[in-house]
């Protein structure tokens, strides 16, 4: 049953919340009779599944699309949608773009970094908001972990909980040390789902194209499953065989 942020707030301390990415029908269909609670329609799809270097490529209208996907495959699955590079620099177009991403299927969105005003004016429009910490990738440089000086991880306590203050119902946390996301986890009121920031945290999220094996790299915090990249390699090969010898059809 589709929950939102507000009921899934009271998993805190009582059950951990499983998160997965998903970008189109049939996988999400798949992750939503697995019982996962949340589904995030990320800007990683920008990487993972459509060629490019980083998430700032990605566009309103390929989440748009890829949410409107989702959505069809997991209609009762609470779906989380990321606001892309750009398109939340100011409160105006924060909210504009917000309501693009619940319009096309999504039940809240997130959106990176300390955008406190932008997070009030959204949630002041009705719309539940999922904050992201530690590493940003719509900002970083490189993907080294953050937060690993005091002062940093500090302001990655601060900007954390100024987040929830302005409204925000869940906060993502990638790339820090454990310690630091054990930490954020106790301090704040709203659940916390981490990425790479050990195992204390409310919860865990792992792009999906990460848990099957699908690529050749994946991060060093994520899991793989299976190597479905393999899978898809042998099948192919053997079809390619197959036609050139008249064993297909």
């Known amino acids: 049953m589709k929950q939102t942020l507000k009921q899934l707030q009271q ?9 997965l990415t998903a970008y189109n029908c049939p996988v999400a269909r798949s992750i939503e009779q697995a019982g996962i609670l949340t589904i995030l329609v990320g800007d990683s ?3 993972v599944e459509m060629g490019f270097s980083s ?3 990605v566009t309103m209208e390929h989440m748009v699309y890829h949410i409107e996907a ?3 495959g997991a209609p009762n699955t609470h779906i989380i949608g990321d606001l892309p590079h750009l398109t939340y620099e100011n409160v105006d177009d924060a909210v504009a773009n917000a309501k693009r991403i619940i319009a096309a299927g999504a039940d809240s969105v997130k959106l990176e970094g300390p955008y406190f005003d932008a997070v009030k004016a959204i949630v002041n429009e009705g719309i539940e908001v999922v904050a992201h910490v530690g ?3 719509q900002k ?5 972990k953050v937060g690993k000086s005091q002062a940093e991880a500090q302001q990655i306590i601060d900007e954390s909980v100024e987040l929830e203050k302005a409204g925000a119902g869940m906060i993502v946390i990638e790339h820090v040390p454990a310690e630091l996301g054990e930490k954020l986890t106790q301090t704040l009121n709203i659940p916390t789902i981490g990425i790479g920031a050990g195992g204390e945290t409310d919860g865990q999220v792992l792009v999906i194209n990460d848990a099957l094996g699908i690529g050749d790299y994946w991060p060093p915090f994520s899991k793989q499953y299976a ?6 390699l042998k099948v192919a090969t053997q079809y390619r065989e ?4 008249k064993q297909y059809p």
């Open 227 to 232: 190597h479905v990249s393999d899978t898809i």
């Open 140 to 144: 970083a440089t490189n993907f080294k």
């Open 70 to 72: 989702v959505r069809r």
């Open 45 to 47: 799809v920008g990487m």
């Open 135 to 137: 590493l940003t990738p």
């Open 11 to 19: 998993l805190k301390g009582k059950r951990r919340i499983s998160m």
């Open 55 to 57: 998430t700032r490529d």
């Open 242 to 245: 197959e036609v050139e010898t």
